[in-house]
């Protein structure tokens, strides 16, 4: 990377050499500081803007600001922008959801910026229809093409089977059909993605705007979009990355050539803009790293939230048809992994030949122990201390919820563990009850559960990760209740404020369904 940003040093020093160093400070001392600072905010606000879209799409204790700077330092500094998958090299953020969001978001960037492209070019009237081709066809190879590639996730799901199991090629397949799935699960996160995006790129184009204002020159904004999007064809060309400054010498050139800014004042404004989104950028990067320390990991904390939960004897209290409901999800269980067992109440219930209780708490282990329950500590989101289908039966009551943008990585987990033929039964809040999903919501004024990152989900949401691996699937909405022993999760004061509102919300549910099942029978080849 250093070899890039000694091209770009060079390339700036040869041009202002030639211009001459004179006319360059000439126009820099020229400069209107109030606007200037102003054109700085804007950078910073669109900056920190588009960090909020990683946050959404990835939850708030993903660490997605963190992971949102470095994929953006890695982008701007690689080749093609390959850079951009940089969080990828962190383990602990090594999973699909990561990839399939930097993807995604890759398109909507390019969405957003040709898009506007081409609008400013309409605008405008510019006749250079190769300009137009050039944007049109970059809107067709860069989004709309991979965006339909992507999604087609049943077309990769065939490839699959056809290709060797083992080989290079059935690995790479196998990446792409697990990416589609997760493409699709991250629909419903898209449109307000997109509208930020789009918010962002708009703001972008008004630091610009303040940018050449500081400088004496009234730049309109349909020609900075035009200037903007050619800025990010350029960028992913493989020779061409931000670092070596030809994307900025193109803006250049396009706005010599129809804004009339003079070749001094171009340079002056090139070099102020590369120097404040630098110094933003870097500073930003600084404090947004700070999530990575700053935050210990999401199994740390539900461990010792669940220790403290389970400090008396109890952890929910089950009614008795609640436990018989669950019970006949799976008639003929035989060898049965209850994931997520707390303190055993299910997993008792459970009329296995052989019944294995797995949690995150240690206390809660010890509890199941104590009802009878053979139980270990262990964590899904890692490696299950079982061989290859080892369970005839497996349970997943109300984990996967506190497991977002992992669901691919466990269910595969609980997939390797059971046999062929076998049986996973789920069960999750059913995010389409406004009771359920008002009182999970991590920022809802009445949230009641216990943990922040435990949103209830959406059914269709969770089926294509089971569906890809061949299961045979019966949704079907199931009323589970299940008391919380310890309250004192939230203060006295607030459990007063909230508690008139999440009484009308349970009198208006009635006794609808709360969640729902999912029995999923796995292949039997």
């Known amino acids: 990377m250093r070899y890039l940003w000694i091209v770009g040093l060079s390339i700036y020093v040869g041009v202002v050499w030639y211009l001459g160093w004179q006319r360059v400070g000439s ?48 982008g701007g500094m690689s080749p093609g922008r390959v850079g951009e998958f940089a969080p990828l090299l962190l383990r602990k953020h090594r999973t699909t959801r990561v990839g399939a969001w930097i993807v995604i978001d890759r398109l909507l960037e390019g969405f957003a910026t040709i898009g506007l492209g081409l609008v400013g070019l309409v605008w405008l009237g510019i006749p250079e229809q190769r ?42 397949v196998s990446l792409m059909a697990r990416t589609s799935a997760e493409i699709r699960c991250l629909g419903t996160v898209i ?37 903007q999007c050619a800025h990010g064809i350029t960028s992913v060309l493989p020779f061409a990355p931000n670092a070596t400054g030809i994307p900025y010498l193109v803006v250049a050139s396009l706005l010599y050539e129809f804004a009339g800014v003079p070749e001094a004042v171009l340079a002056a404004g090139m070099g102020l803009s590369i120097a404040i989104t630098g110094v933003i950028f870097w500073t930003s990067f600084l404090f947004g790293a700070r999530d990575l320390k700053s935050r210990s990991t999401a199994a740390e904390d539900q461990s010792r939230l669940f220790d403290f939960l389970v400090a008396g004897s109890r952890l929910y209290v089950y009614g008795a048809e609640s436990l018989e409901k669950l019970k006949a999800l799976v008639p ?36 199941a122990v104590s009802r009878g329950l053979n139980a270990l500590v262990a964590d899904a989101r890692r490696s299950l201390p079982f061989h290859d289908e080892t369970f005839d039966t497996v349970y997943c009551v109300n984990i996967l919820h506190h497991l977002p943008g992992l669901w691919d990585q466990v269910i595969g987990e609980l997939d390797r563990v059971l046999r062929r033929g076998g049986t996973m039964a789920i069960v999750e809040p059913d995010a389409r009850y406004a009771f359920v999903r008002w009182t999970m919501a991590p920022r809802s004024p009445i949230r009641v559960a216990p943990c922040s990152n435990e949103p209830a989900i959406y059914a269709h949401t969770l089926i294509p ?45 009635g006794r609808r369904p709360n969640k729902f099942s999912i029995v999923a029978r796995k292949p039997a080849s």
């Open 27 to 74: 126009a820099l001392a020229s400069v209107n500081l109030k606007m200037l600072l102003a054109a700085a905010a804007a950078s910073a606000l669109m900056l920190w803007f588009r960090s909020a879209k990683w946050r959404l799409a990835l939850g708030r204790d993903s660490n997605a600001v963190a992971l949102y700077f470095i994929s953006k330092a890695g």
């Open 332 to 367: 003929d269980k035989g060898r049965v992994l209850d994931l997520g067992c707390g303190d055993g109440a299910i997993g008792q219930a459970l009329d296995g030949d052989w019944v294995v209780g797995v949690d995150i708490s240690p206390k809660c282990a010890a509890l």
């Open 465 to 509: 990760y089971l569906e890809r691996r061949g299961y045979a699937i019966d949704c079907k909405p199931i009323r589970i209740v299940g008391d919380q022993v310890e309250r004192c999760v939230f203060p006295m004061w607030q459990r007063l404020l909230k508690a008139p509102f999440v009484i009308l919300l349970a009198g208006l549910h």
């Open 191 to 227: 449109p307000a993605a997109l509208v930020i995006t789009v918010l962002a790129t708009c703001g972008d184009l008004v630091f610009v705007i303040l940018l050449w204002g500081a400088l004496g020159y009234q730049v309109g904004f349909a020609l900075l979009a035009v200037a």
């Open 131 to 172: 300009m137009a081709i050039t944007f049109g066809a970059a809107m067709v190879v860069l989004v709309v093409i991979p965006l339909f590639v992507l999604t087609r996730d049943k077309l990769f799901l065939r490839m699959v089977d056809k290709t060797p199991e083992g080989s290079l090629r059935h690995r790479v």
